[in-house]
């Protein structure tokens, strides 16, 4: 008996990955997104050729200090791509014309901006001022995935940085928020060309990482969100004992320092955190790929990859678009002249690497 009960789980547990695997497959074309023209995968050959083992090589040190600076350097990039491209944008201070990016309430606990500066201060040592901010922030993130044990992949660079940052509603209007839903997600992330697969597959993003108790405690107060679990909301009163609660907490009760697929067993046994992480798993364009990544850590990181390569190139500026900023926070005062030189000398090194 005992026998029959354990092989009927396990051809219950079978079916589930099988047909979870072949809903993802379906569901998306893996082949990796195009490059957009002006990126390259060799960019920085021949004018910075170890610009990725100086930035990963400074962030072994910060992550062995503090791995919790992972999900900070991956939060950054997000919120650079998908307000006004991938400009490092969110990086500038505001001005005299108004506050910035970092002033408006989606980013007001970002973190990161000393490690990107540290970054960048030890590439143009290196190298002179020719390796972007934005090249450096997208640098910064995929060896925070890899460095916190998820996979590691190329990264096409390239990036000028921008010349302004977005407004306040623009950020805001780019920025869902956790509580929002996952249908206003999905339509929100269409419109920058993302399907299903890859809104579920960066919302794994949560896989590390910490939050304020002020982004779900409407979830507990004054009632408890009945899709949450009983004993992982009790829990969560605990850290967060009122509604205006300033106390933070993991975002992945299973696993909150290493990057992996248990958000997605989160997801299944209704302890996501967010209203926008847990609705992944109720909605039913979304529920069957949660899933597949719970049962299946390689399809997540592929799809992971395919999905964070082609954010890393929304909107980017390239060749003499943009400058190369001295200082991440601040705009250039000149560098229309400084930009030409140094796009005439990379494509000079390119013309002559090829004979």
Not at 16 to 35: M, R, T
């Amino acid at each position: 008996m005992a026998n029959a009960t354990f092989f009927t789980a396990f051809l219950l547990i079978s079916s589930l990955y099988i047909s979870s695997y072949f809903y993802v497959s379906k569901a998306d074309n893996s082949a990796p997104p195009p490059i957009v023209s002006g990126l390259s995968w060799t960019f920085y050959q021949n004018s910075c050729p170890k610009v990725e083992s100086i930035i990963r090589k400074q962030l072994q040190k910060v992550f062995k200090e503090d791995i919790g600076q992972a999900a900070a350097l991956l939060r950054l990039h997000f919120h650079d791509c998908f307000v006004q491209g991938c400009d490092a944008s969110v990086l500038l201070d505001g001005s005299a014309s108004g506050p910035s990016e970092k002033d408006a309430p989606p980013n007001l606990t970002v973190r990161g901006f000393k490690i990107i500066d540290d970054l960048r201060a030890l590439v143009h040592k290196q190298c002179g001022r020719v390796v972007s901010c934005a090249d450096i922030v997208a640098l910064a993130a995929r060896d925070s995935v890899y460095l916190s044990g998820g996979p590691d992949y190329d990264v096409p660079l390239g990036r000028r940085d921008g010349l302004s940052f977005a407004t306040r509603n623009a950020t805001l209007q780019n920025l869902p928020p956790p509580f929002a839903n996952a249908s206003t997600i999905l339509s929100s992330l269409a419109t920058k060309k993302f399907d299903p697969t890859d809104v579920v597959a960066l919302s794994g993003g949560h896989t590390i990482g910490i939050s304020h108790c002020s982004s779900f405690t409407r979830r507990l107060y004054p009632t408890q969100d009945p899709s949450m679990d009983q004993t992982f909301a009790k829990n969560l009163k605990g850290v967060c004992p009122t509604a205006d609660s300033s106390n933070t907490t993991v975002l992945d009760i299973r696993s909150p320092n290493k990057f992996d697929n248990k958000y997605y067993v989160d997801l299944m046994n209704r302890q996501g955190l967010f209203t926008s992480d847990q609705d992944l798993y109720t909605n039913s364009r979304t529920r069957s790929i949660v899933t597949s990544f719970a049962v299946n850590e390689s399809l997540f990181f592929e799809k992971f990859v395919v999905a964070m390569v082609k954010m890393s190139q929304l909107s980017v500026l390239t060749g003499k678009t943009g400058e190369i900023r001295a200082n991440c926070s601040v705009r250039n005062a000149n560098n229309r002249s400084f930009l030409a030189s140094v796009v005439e000398e990379q494509v000079g090194e390119k013309t002559r690497s090829q004979y």
